[in-house]
Nanobody, 126 residues
Framework: QLQLVESGGALVQPGGSLRLSCAAS????????IGWFRQAPGKEREGVSC????????DYADSVKGRFTISRDNAKNAVYLQMNSLKPEDTAVYYC???????????????????WGQGTQVTVSS
């Protein structure tokens, strides 16, 4: 069974940092495109970051470039999202997702991701 479990969401103040974890089971994270998405109340789910299946290169939404970093730990079979300089507009439920049909260079397109975690809440507020 393919499964992704997010953790690390919390209430943080603007300017703070948080690291989200995505623990994978049933597959190896080094073999697939993995993405992070988020969904705020009343808004559609949007791509945040993704990492290539072939190497460690990644893509980021313009809104998080320079602040967020995606990484992969193959030994732990996990993917992380380091979030720095958090802003109130970063408040959302964050999901990690696996693509079973897209290999190589990742894309932040919801439709290519087949397996989703349950999400973890990130709230940025003073």
């Amino acid at each position: 069974q393919l499964q992704l479990v997010e953790s690390g969401g919390a209430l943080v103040q603007p300017g703070g940092s948080l690291r989200l974890s995505c623990a994978a089971s049933g597959f190896s994270v080094d073999s697939y495109v993995i993405g992070w998405f988020r969904q705020a109340p009343g808004k559609e789910r949007e791509g945040v970051s993704c990492i290539n299946s072939s190497d460690e290169s990644a893509d980021y939404a313009d809104s998080v470039k320079g602040r967020f970093t995606i990484s992969r730990d193959n030994a732990k079979n996990a993917v992380y999202l380091q979030m720095n300089s958090l802003k109130p507009e970063d408040t959302a439920v964050y999901y990690c997702a696996l693509s079973l049909k897209w290999f190589g260079v990742c894309v932040l397109r919801r439709g290519i991701y087949n397996v989703w975690g349950q999400g973890t809440q990130v709230t940025v507020s003073s």
